[in-house]
């Protein structure tokens, strides 16, 4: 089982940059696929960006593609989503998941696929 601790949301304009963490709990962070995901107010939630075990593997939503980078540092059990060019449509409670695989390439795209959640961070993009 890991825990799950996302951080680094907050207020930012139009064009700015933020980058969320998310934290992992137990020794065997490697042994998980993690994604991004998000939900605003009154939708559903969506699929953001993914990440391989080994990190090798990445995928991200139409949407965020050229704006976001999802990246990962095993040794410190950590997953970033690096995000610049920000739009008021990225406004958001933004989430981090994580489910094991026995493949280190794999990557998970859909959001009933994860097993493990953080409680997510908001992110507010002012126009």
């Known amino acids: 089982q890991v825990q799950l601790v996302e951080s680094g949301g907050g207020l930012v304009q139009a064009g700015g940059s933020l980058r969320l963490s998310c934290a992992a709990s137990?020794?065997?962070?490697?042994?998980?696929?993690m994604g991004w995901l998000r939900q605003a107010p009154g939708k559903e939630r969506e699929f953001v960006a993914a990440?391989?075990?080994?990190?090798?593997?990445?995928y991200y939503a139409d949407s965020v593609k050229g704006r976001f980078t999802i990246s990962r540092d095993n040794a410190k059990n950590t997953v970033y989503l690096q995000m610049n060019g920000l739009k008021p449509e990225d406004t958001a409670v933004y989430y981090c998941?994580?489910?094991?695989?026995?493949?280190?390439?794999?990557?998970?795209?859909?959001?009933?696929?994860?097993?493990?959640w953080g409680q997510g961070t908001q992110v507010t993009v002012s126009s």
């Open positions: 137990g020794r065997t962070f490697s042994s998980y696929a």
């Open positions: 990440i391989s075990r080994s990190g090798g593997n990445t």
């Open positions: 998941a994580a489910e094991m695989t026995s493949s280190m390439l794999v990557l998970i795209i859909t959001s009933n696929e994860y097993d493990y």
